[in-house]
């Protein structure tokens, strides 16, 4: 069964500060790796798709890596504002296929960022 | 609209009521999810429908039901819950399983 661990659970951090959130899976036999942003009571905001053959993806300050031999991905903000205050998810979903588990998204519990002026 | 909606954004209701969450989804996309999150829980996911069909039902009490009608609405039917299913409702959709999933705002239900 596939468990998705986050560390930290809450990161405070003053503005201007470069970070890494850290997202480890027991399976590696996963077919993605997805990073959403959730503001407080509301959805989730997908930040970053890394498909199970790539390394990293980009989009303006963030990149999140996959290492899914060793169950591994962060998520780094540079130049962290207020604004990027929120809880940050990572998701795995499997790769066994079949059955409807290849639906499955498996979430971690995040790490609330709270990003100080 | 675009994107993914829900509604009721707020939903209170009593352990012997009946109601009703809609998703609806302007992408295109032909699956559809329902996703639960409570306090100090990851988001555990409900029901899966692709191209209308379901399939998969994570070990769902059967006083949650959910109806696909078509593959830009998704409904879920609550009767007779209980306290402890208060959390938030969330609805996604993506391409067919693969693809990434996007989210609605969901729906905040209190189970009195």
């Known amino acids: 069964k596939q468990e998705v661990t986050q560390i930290p659970a809450a990161l405070s951090v003053p503005e201007g500060e470069n970070l890494v959130l850290n997202c480890s899976f027991t399976d590696s036999a996963i077919y993605n790796l997805q990073w959403f942003r959730q503001d407080p009571g509301k959805g989730l905001t997908s930040l970053l798709l890394?498909?199970?053959?790539?390394r990293e993806q980009t989009s303006g300050r963030l990149n999140a890596s996959l290492d899914k031999s060793s169950g591994r991905s962060t998520l780094y903000i540079a130049a962290s504002q207020p604004g990027d205050s929120a809880t940050y998810l990572c998701a795995v979903r499997g790769n066994t296929y079949g059955g409807g588990s290849n639906y499955k998204l498996t979430f971690g519990k995040g790490t609330l960022l709270t990003v100080n002026p | 609209e675009t994107g993914v909606t829900q509604t009721p954004r707020h939903l209170v209701m009593g352990m012997t009521n009946k109601k009703s969450l809609k998703c609806e989804q302007h992408l295109g996309h032909n699956a559809m999810y329902w996703y639960k999150q409570s306090a100090k829980k990851p988001l555990e996911l409900m029901f899966v429908?692709?191209?209308?069909?379901?399939?998969e039902n994570n070990s769902v009490p059967s006083r949650f039901s959910p109806e696909c009608p078509n593959s830009s609405h998704l409904f879920l039917h609550l009767h007779t819950l209980q306290p402890e299913d208060s959390a938030l409702y969330l609805c996604?959709?993506?391409?067919?399983?693969?693809?990434?999933?996007?989210f609605g705002p969901g729906t905040r239900l209190t189970v009195l």
């Open positions: 996604a959709s993506g391409r067919e399983g693969w693809d990434e999933q996007f």
């Open positions: 429908y692709s191209l209308e069909e379901r399939v």
């Open positions: 890394i498909q199970s053959s790539q």
